[in-house]
């Protein structure tokens, strides 16, 4: 079993609709990051989390601690929000901040 | 200001032949994570450098990989004797704040390297 997990593994919606990805994550983590990579590779890091919630313009991220529980939020979704979405945890043990990732969800969405 | 960047963005080589993937952190980032994703697969961890530490080893799948930080600034990460499972899209990753502080990564945009 993954110390990541993302649900779902796949996600198309309509330009518009309000979408939700899930993380839950096995271990104790000190942060949480939500990437977004691009077809072509690059990644960005859109939040990283120890608590509560984060927004950027229409995105809003999410993190239960007790929980072992993150969401990402993408409201009024847009074409140009199509993208794999990894959520990724920077384990509480580990010397630095080395990312162990969720295996990403593939978001289309469709004008 | 630059991003991280890397060198080279493709590599195709024979297996057998050893090539170096370099990466170029941000200027004044004092972290360097190497990470790799296999076609298919997620990423995950290869090796971390922080200022004139020792650096995390633990995700080098092989004695094959192997890495440097010179000058607590560019990395080269050099496979030797590539094999065709070693095709894959190595990303470099920086930070101004590792360990605990909780430092956000900025990541290059990888080379794709393909072993034929």
């Known amino acids: 079993k993954n110390e990541v997990e993302q649900s779902p593994q796949n996600l198309t919606a309509q330009e518009g609709e309000f979408i939700t990805i899930n993380c839950s994550y096995s271990?104790?983590?000190?942060?949480l990051h939500w990437l977004q990579q691009h077809p072509g590779g690059g990644i960005v890091s859109l939040f990283m989390l120890s608590s509560g919630k984060k927004k950027h313009g229409r995105l809003i991220a999410t993190i239960n601690i007790q929980e072992k529980h993150s969401s990402l939020h993408i409201t009024a979704s847009h074409p140009r929000d199509s993208a794999v979405y990894i959520c990724a945890v920077i384990k509480g043990e580990t010397s630095g901040s080395r990312l162990t990732f969720g295996e990403g969800t593939q978001l289309t969405v469709n004008p | 200001g630059a991003g991280v960047s890397q060198s080279p963005s493709n590599k195709v080589t024979e297996k057998g032949k050893d090539v170096e993937l370099r990466c170029d952190p941000i200027s004044g980032h004092t972290a360097l994570y190497w990470y790799r994703q296999s076609l298919g697969q997620g990423l995950e961890f290869l090796i971390y450098?922080?200022?004139?530490?020792?650096?995390?080893k633990s995700g080098l799948p092989s004695d094959r990989f192997s890495a440097e930080r010179t000058g607590g600034s560019v990395s080269t990460l050099t496979i030797q004797r590539t094999q065709q499972e070693d095709s894959a899209v190595y990303l470099c990753a920086s930070s101004s704040r590792p360990g605990r502080a909780l430092g956000e990564q900025f990541f290059g945009p990888g080379t794709r390297l393909t072993v034929l």
């Open positions: 450098f922080q200022g004139n530490s020792a650096p995390d």
């Open positions: 271990v104790g983590i000190s942060a």
